[in-house]
């Protein structure tokens, strides 16, 4: 199956500040890929030069087999796109907002209500946007990348700001879009959200990436598996850590496991944020 988006060394600079620098991934039809780091790492500007917002100072874009350059307004006829900045029309309804956003896809029978549905607005669709909050408006922002049922979605930290029910709803939306068949690209600094959606993440840094794997596999390899084990002693509750990897001591945890004064035994894995860590020396935060 060909690739849904092709970036191949993506370079770009603004001025002396290095954005990205030889960037290079691809993303299948139905796949949802996870772009991690901190702030300042390149992760919005390489959304930004997948999506013809700005031009690269060297290498290549592809979105469904078009030229990310030449066939620029072709890609984006095709294309759902949701950015951090909230830039939707505050003196508008969101009904309006979404019916307009529609229209310039040349799409004139859009049913409005089902978009707000998806995202938890059906009952503030008729309310201008001024009156919302940020997170609201960034439900809106979701629900305004779908107006076109696009092939690609890209989605520049898609939660950020939303309540813990609002940021379960739009991830649950990603997960319909790529049952569909959209390709998904989403940027984030949110390691539960990447591990929750990614079938593959790539660690971004300094505008490089610094490894790329399914998350799954990025943890096995690159991390440390441990068990904790709490038990009754005799100055109160202890806490023992066993390492399962290397020389870790199983001996130790056998012993544990059958005596009477063990309270809770839970194994650990290691998180994104540690494979990240592990690779930058430093977190996503």
Do not use: W
């Amino acid at each position: 199956m060909d690739a849904a988006v092709v970036a191949e060394d993506l370079a770009y600079a603004y001025g002396e500040l290095v954005a990205v620098d030889g960037v290079s991934f691809a993303v299948a039809p139905g796949e949802v890929f996870g772009v991690l780091g901190p702030n300042g790492a390149g992760k919005s500007t390489t959304i930004k030069l997948l999506t013809g917002q700005l031009t690269p100072a060297a290498g290549r874009v592809a979105v469904l087999g078009l030229d990310g350059v030449a066939d620029r307004a072709a890609i984006q006829a095709r294309i759902g796109v949701c950015f951090e900045e909230k830039n939707v029309y505050p003196n508008l309804s969101a009904r309006e907002n979404l019916r307009f956003f529609g229209r310039l896809f040349g799409i004139r029978e859009l049913d409005v209500d089902a978009l707000l549905a998806r995202v938890g607005l059906s009952e503030r669709g008729g309310d201008r946007v001024s009156g919302y909050s940020k997170g609201m408006r960034q439900r809106l922002m979701v629900a305004r990348a779908l107006v076109n049922a696009p092939d690609v979605l890209f989605l520049d930290e898609p939660t950020d700001g939303l309540d813990p029910v609002s940021a379960r709803t739009i991830r649950r939306l990603i997960r319909d879009e790529a049952a569909r068949g959209a390709a998904v690209l989403l940027t984030t600094h949110d390691m539960y959200e990447a591990d929750e959606l990614a079938d593959r993440v790539a660690f971004i840094d300094t505008g490089r990436i610094l490894a790329m794997d399914a998350p799954e596999e990025l943890k096995l390899r690159h991390g440390t598996r441990s068990v904790r084990v709490r038990l009754r002693g005799a100055g109160g509750i202890e806490e023992q850590v066993i390492s399962l990897d290397g020389d870790g001591d199983t001996d130790l945890l056998a012993d544990l496991v059958g005596r009477p004064e063990v309270l809770t035994i839970h194994t650990e894995e290691a998180t994104l944020e540690d494979v990240f860590v592990a690779f930058a020396g430093r977190g996503l935060t």
